[in-house]
């Protein structure tokens, strides 16, 4: 069985509210699909912090 992993860099605009209640939305935990359930797809959102998503705004 291959094991593939991505890292995604996602960049959200907008009022900070509706982004975080979009991050909590996002995929996370462990989904099996296909005929047979021969994929898994594991996800778990890391940018969660604060001052990931606090960006300076450029002047």
Do not use: C
Not at 14 to 34: C, M, V, W, Y
Request: proline share 5%; no cysteine.
């Amino acid at each position: 069985m291959d094991i593939v992993r991505v890292l995604r860099v996602v960049e959200y605009v907008g009022p900070r509210d509706l982004i975080e209640k979009q991050i909590a939305n996002s995929l996370h935990g462990s989904k099996t699909f296909g005929h047979l359930g021969e994929v898994r797809i594991s996800a778990v959102t890391i940018g969660e912090f604060p001052e990931i998503l606090k960006v300076e705004e450029p002047a």
